[in-house]
């Protein structure tokens, strides 16, 4: 009887340890996962920033261009 309490404390043991490590193996995934999407969140944002920054510069020359565009005409009516 002791032989087989001893295999069976073994036998639990075993898989104790064994779910002991998939356990950390999991946790271990979803911090790497969490890391990562940490991470492609903050390069969307910088990227977002860029592509508004961009957006602003080109409706500043658009702004620009149509503001010298109107200045030339009124100095063109005033010529004659």
């Known amino acids: 009887m002791a032989e ?18 998939n356990s950390e193996n999991i946790l271990t995934q979803l911090e790497d996962y969490k890391m990562s999407y940490i991470k492609r ?4 944002e910088l990227e977002g920033e860029l592509i508004k920054k961009q957006v602003e510069e080109e409706l500043e020359r658009e702004k620009k261009k149509e503001l010298d565009r109107r200045k030339a005409a009124a100095n063109q009516r005033n010529q004659y």
């Open 4 to 21: 087989y309490d001893e295999r069976l404390r073994e036998k639990l043991e075993k898989e104790y340890k064994k779910k002991m490590k």
């Open 41 to 44: 969140m903050k390069e969307d």
